[in-house]
């Protein structure tokens, strides 16, 4: 069985990084004339700028129900929280589930479920290391709110991190989009929030790793178990 390159190293680049390889790779010939050190550093980092705007395909699961990671990264934190004010959800809280994506994550972000974005709200903010907990609260985030076919709602958050300092979101309020749709990205490094429905019980554990657009976050389908308990 052959192996394609595109299945291995060659991924395609998200076209927000085109400029910024650009940069890179005009610094590196500026570098490369100063000293053949210096011009094989600045190889690398271009190097390292395109993996990072890397946007490669992603295949969700099959089955109806499932809520996927909306990023690549490290689940870095499980607990109740009120989702963002600024989204006009009830302020009761939900299960949220954090990913951090570090500076090698790809950082395309993917709608964890189908359904239809009924609001988008950025909010300025500081930008404080995004693994800690505070940085949902204090640091600039992007919410989305997410209503699906059969009414329950969830909300995903881009947060800005310590190195992060530009949120990019592709999509409008009123947008229906499919399980894993890219709707969005950060740079460079930071964090991803899903306030999963009420009731819904994670899948995942701390320090899990996630694929975005594939990774089962939580299920919405009735399992026997829960028809048996109601």
Request: negative net charge; glycine residues 10%; aromatic residues 8%.
């Amino acid at each position: 069985m052959s192996i394609r390159m595109t299945d291995t190293f060659i991924k395609p680049m998200h076209p927000e990084g085109i400029r910024f390889v650009a940069i890179f790779a005009a610094i590196t010939v500026g570098l490369w004339l100063v000293s053949d050190f210096l011009g094989l550093v600045g190889l690398g980092l271009t190097i390292w700028c395109y993996y990072f705007f890397r946007d490669p395909e992603r295949v969700p699961p099959a089955r109806e129900g499932v809520i996927v990671s909306p990023a690549d990264g490290i689940v870095s934190i499980i607990e109740p929280a009120v989702p963002p004010a600024e989204l006009g959800m009830p302020d009761t809280p939900l299960t949220r589930v954090s990913v951090f994506m570090s500076v090698f994550n790809c950082h395309v972000n993917r709608l964890p479920i189908a359904g239809e974005v009924t609001g988008i709200a950025y909010h300025p903010g500081k930008f404080f290391n995004a693994s800690l907990d505070k940085a949902s609260a204090e640091n600039e985030r992007n919410s989305l709110r997410l209503r699906l076919d059969d009414g329950q709602e969830l909300a995903v958050v881009q947060i800005a991190g310590l190195v992060a300092r530009r949120i990019v979101c592709f999509i409008e309020p009123g947008a229906r989009l499919g399980t894993g749709e890219r709707f969005g990205l950060i740079r460079f490094g930071s964090r991803l929030d899903v306030y999963l429905p009420a009731g819904t019980e994670p899948l995942v554990s701390i320090g899990q790793t996630m694929v975005a657009g594939e990774t089962v976050l939580a299920d919405l389908t009735p399992s026997p178990n829960k028809q048996a308990d109601s």
